[in-house]
T-cell receptor, first 118, second 116 residues
Framework: GAVVSQHPSWVICKSGTSVKIECRSL??????MFWYRQFPKQSLMLMAT?????????EQGVEKDKFLINHASLTLSTLTVTSAHPEDSSFYIC??????????????FGPGTRLTVL | AQKITQTQPGMFVQEKEAVTLDCTYD???????LFWYKQPSSGEMIFLIY??????QNATEGRYSLNFQKARKSANLVISASQLGDSAMYFC?????????????FGKGTKLTVNP
């Protein structure tokens, strides 16, 4: 159980274009999803917390107009990188929280999306 | 101040031996959860084990166990009988539960290499 998928797994785009990444919880409903960014050989950096039906909460320093997050349903959240530039190239990972108390209240991660902006 | 500290950038272990990956944390919240994740070269983050701050016993999951020393604020991961497939990055993470925060804060990770 607790499977999270991401699509696409990798994408290459030209500078100035927008890229949408989908995150789905396949076998559970996720009221909260999270978006992380990871640079090579570094840890995960939380970008934003996404709650179904409400606006995302962005971490300090993350441009909300550049990284648009939509949590349209209990199983789907999307991250759109608008007007992408080479410095946006990174590994983007989503996670979903099961929302259950105790040891099952765990964040399960998607397989990640590697974005390369030329 | 860092909330999660992993002091070992890299660790090596012989196949079939046990290895301990260190993690210390800093929080004033009496209610928190500690997590360990494995990240192979493919990039996916795999949940390994969880320890709640009020749990009386150390968590165990198969070959993984968590050596939880609350007074020292440490939550070391012990992998027994290492396998070649255990080679990966390992991240320790914490969630502070008292303030209703949902955030996971990660350490910088430890790269484990299992030698044949």
């Amino acid at each position: 159980g607790a499977v999270v998928s991401q699509h696409p797994s990798w994408v290459i785009c030209k500078s100035g274009t927008s890229v949408k990444i989908e995150c789905r919880s396949l076998d559970f409903q996720a009221t909260t999803m999270f978006w992380y960014r990871q640079f090579p050989k570094q840890s995960l950096m939380l970008m934003a917390t996404s709650n179904e039906g409400s606006k995302a909460t962005y971490e300090q320093g993350v441009e909300k107009d550049k990284f648009l997050i939509n949590h349209a349903s209990l199983t789907l959240s999307t991250l759109t990188v608008t007007s992408a530039h080479p410095e946006d190239s990174s590994f983007y990972i989503c996670s979903a929280r099961t929302g259950l108390a105790g040891t099952t209240d765990t964040q399960y991660f998607g397989p990640g999306t590697r974005l390369t902006v030329l | 101040a860092q909330k999660i500290t992993q002091t070992q950038p890299g660790m090596f272990v012989q196949e079939k031996e046990a290895v301990t990956l260190d993690c210390t944390y800093d929080t004033s919240d009496p209610s928190y959860g500690l997590f360990w994740y494995k990240q192979p070269s493919s990039g996916e983050m795999i949940f390994l084990i969880y320890q709640g701050s009020y749990d009386q016993q150390n968590a165990t999951e198969g070959r993984y166990s968590l050596n939880f020393q609350k007074a020292r604020k440490s939550a070391n991961l012990v992998i027994s009988a290492s396998q070649l497939g255990d080679s990966a990055m390992y991240f320790c993470a914490m969630r502070e539960l008292g303030g209703g925060s949902e955030k996971l804060v990660f350490g910088k990770g430890t790269k484990l290499t299992v030698n044949p």
